[in-house]
């Protein structure tokens, strides 16, 4: 199903700036919440709506991540909110944590908000399913620690990124207009 307007303004959780409401976007501020408030998340390490930019030759993409959630300003964490399935969402958000600005993401997890999963990048292990294995801000930076290396051929970055592209225009739930404002 598709993002749409509400044609409401909300305060941002994170930034505390208003936002337009979307079908999926009060999910997205109880996520956000709750990474803060039971997980104890820091607010500045979690970065809302980041706009992740795909080059395909001389086409160009922004796709909408979720949170990236960073440690020490390195990305260690993409939370995509997915409207359905969470199995049918792996592949995107992972594919999209491999091609991250040239440093890869090293875990995602993928949530409705009603089930989860965590994902280790580098070699799309299912670590944990359910809501309960989101984890709190401590066991990610022990995650984070242990994180094994990705390597991104070239080769290997232009078929990742043409995953993402495939997947998010198929099924992306975040309206662009909204993301990109």
Same mark, same amino acid.
């Given at each position: 199903?598709?993002? /749409?307007?509400?044609? =409401? /303004?909300?305060?941002? @959780?994170?930034?505390?700036?208003?936002?337009? %409401?979307?079908?999926?976007?009060?999910? #997205?501020?109880?996520? +956000?919440?709750?990474?803060?408030?039971?997980?104890? @998340?820091?607010?500045?390490?979690?970065?809302?709506?980041?706009?992740?930019?795909?080059?395909?030759?001389?086409?160009? @993409?922004?796709?909408?991540?979720?949170?990236?959630?960073?440690?020490? &300003?390195?990305?260690?964490?993409?939370?995509? $909110?997915?409207?359905?399935? /969470?199995?049918?969402?792996?592949?995107?958000?992972?594919?999209?944590? #491999?091609? $991250?600005?040239?440093?890869?993401?090293?875990?995602?997890?993928?949530?409705? *908000?009603?089930?989860?999963?965590?994902?280790?990048?580098?070699?799309?292990? &299912?670590?944990?399913?359910?809501?309960?294995?989101?984890?709190?801000?401590?066991?990610?930076?022990?995650? @984070?620690?242990? +994180?094994?290396?990705?390597? %991104?051929?070239?080769? #290997?970055?232009?078929?990742?990124? #043409?995953?993402?592209? +495939?997947? $998010?225009?198929?099924?992306?739930?975040?309206?662009?207009? =909204? *993301?990109?404002?």
């Amino acid at each position: 199903m598709h993002e /749409v307007s509400l044609n =409401q /303004v909300i305060t941002d @959780y994170l930034t505390g700036e208003n936002i337009e %409401l979307t079908t999926y976007e009060d999910l #997205r501020q109880s996520l +956000a919440a709750l990474m803060v408030e039971e997980k104890g @998340y820091p607010k500045t390490a979690i970065v809302p709506k980041y706009k992740l930019n795909l080059t395909l030759g001389s086409d160009h @993409y922004v796709v909408c991540l979720d949170f990236v959630i960073h440690i020490d &300003d390195n990305p260690a964490l993409l939370i995509g $909110f997915c409207p359905g399935a /969470v199995s049918t969402f792996i592949t995107q958000f992972v594919c999209a944590a #491999r091609i $991250f600005n040239g440093k890869p993401i090293p875990y995602v997890i993928v949530t409705d *908000c009603k089930d989860a999963a965590l994902i280790r990048t580098a070699d799309k292990k &299912d670590l944990c399913r359910g809501y309960h294995c989101i984890p709190d801000w401590s066991k990610l930076q022990a995650l @984070y620690k242990e +994180a094994p290396a990705f390597e %991104l051929t070239e080769s #290997r970055k232009n078929k990742e990124s #043409r995953i993402v592209y +495939a997947m $998010f225009a198929l099924s992306d739930s975040c309206c662009t207009d =909204q *993301c990109m404002s």
